[in-house]
């Protein structure tokens, strides 16, 4: 039987880092913000769906979706963010849900579902494990405002949109702390492969 395994974290916290190590040792990995890219890529149903919700402006001149445009929309105005989750969630599950019975159907001992929202969407009672990539608030901020060149409030504005972090460590399952450098950060994670092989999670 395929055991689900949610893997989440907050913007910057090396939850991406994490799920590329896992996919290196040979995890299947359901990644929902590919997810997300297909199904706002040019001509797609999402994208269409999006434009009619928020209008062109958030089209680049190539019919491509401008996402830095939306994000400076919704992000820091709690009603457009939710009319985007309404617009993207459904379609969204769909694909994910698509790719675990896939998998299943190949009877793979485990998939792992990387989902930013994870807990947000309501994914993880749908898992068996849930492990969460933490790294404190300031960290958080600085790291987001290094790697996008957000100011200090484009920063914050982005963080809170999203359950706080403290939280999701308190919902987990396993605990992968980031606050170091890359090399502890790797790690925890071959200690973790090495669990869910000796444990079969």
């Known amino acids: 039987m395929t055991k689900i395994i949610g893997l989440t974290g907050g913007i910057a916290s090396g939850k991406s880092t994490v799920s590329n190590l896992l996919r290196l040792a040979g995890y299947p990995i359901v990644d929902a913000d590919q997810i997300v890219h297909q199904l706002q890529s040019a001509q797609s149903k999402g994208l269409a769906k999006l434009a009619t919700a928020f209008g062109n402006q958030i089209l680049n001149p190539d019919q491509t979706l401008n996402r830095q445009k939306l994000g400076s929309i919704v992000f820091g105005d709690q009603e457009k963010l939710t009319k985007l989750n309404e617009i993207m969630q459904p379609l969204i599950r769909e694909e994910i849900w698509r790719q675990v019975d896939n998998y299943k159907k190949q009877q793979l001992p485990y998939v792992i579902l990387d989902i930013p929202l994870l807990f947000e969407a309501n994914y993880a009672?749908?898992?068996?494990?849930?492990?969460?990539?933490?790294?404190?608030?300031?960290?958080?901020?600085?790291?987001?405002?290094?790697?996008?060149?957000?100011?200090?409030?484009?920063?914050?504005?982005?963080?809170?949109?999203q359950m706080p972090l403290e939280e999701k460590k308190g919902l987990a399952d396993i605990v992968i702390n980031n606050n170091g450098d890359e090399d502890h950060l790797k790690q925890q994670v071959a200690k973790l492969i090495d669990n869910m092989q000796d444990y079969n999670l």
């Open 125 to 161: 009672s749908d898992c068996d494990q849930v492990i969460v990539v933490y790294v404190d608030r300031s960290t958080e901020i600085q790291r987001l405002m290094q790697r996008n060149g957000y100011s200090r409030e484009e920063a914050e504005q982005r963080i809170d949109a």
